[in-house]
C-alpha cells in the first residue's frame, strides 16, 4: 500500500463504530525501533492479531511494516 491508501484505510476503520484494537501493548522499544502487538476486531466481525515493527528516527515513526494473522471466531 501506498501512504494514500494506508490514509484511506485507516480513516474508513476509525469511521466505523464496528472497528475496535483491543490489548495493544509495546513488546520492545529502543531509539530506533518499536515493536507492538494488537488485536483487530474489523467491521464484518473478523478479528487479527497484528504484529508491528516501525522504524523510529528522532523519536517519530518512518515506516511500518506489519504481519497479521486471523483470530478464528469465539
Not at 8 to 31: G, I, M, P, Q, W
Not at 51 to 69: D, H, P, Q
Amino acid at each position: 500500500m501506498n501512504k494514500a491508501e494506508m490514509q484511506e484505510l485507516r480513516l474508513t476503520h476509525l469511521n466505523s463504530d464496528a472497528f475496535k484494537v483491543d490489548a495493544r501493548r509495546c513488546l520492545y522499544e529502543n531509539d530506533d525501533v518499536m515493536v507492538m502487538h494488537q488485536i483487530m476486531t474489523f467491521p464484518n466481525g473478523s478479528k487479527e492479531a497484528l504484529m508491528m515493527v516501525n522504524m523510529l528516527k528522532a523519536g517519530k515513526i518512518v515506516s511500518t511494516e506489519t504481519g497479521a494473522t486471523p483470530l478464528p471466531d469465539a
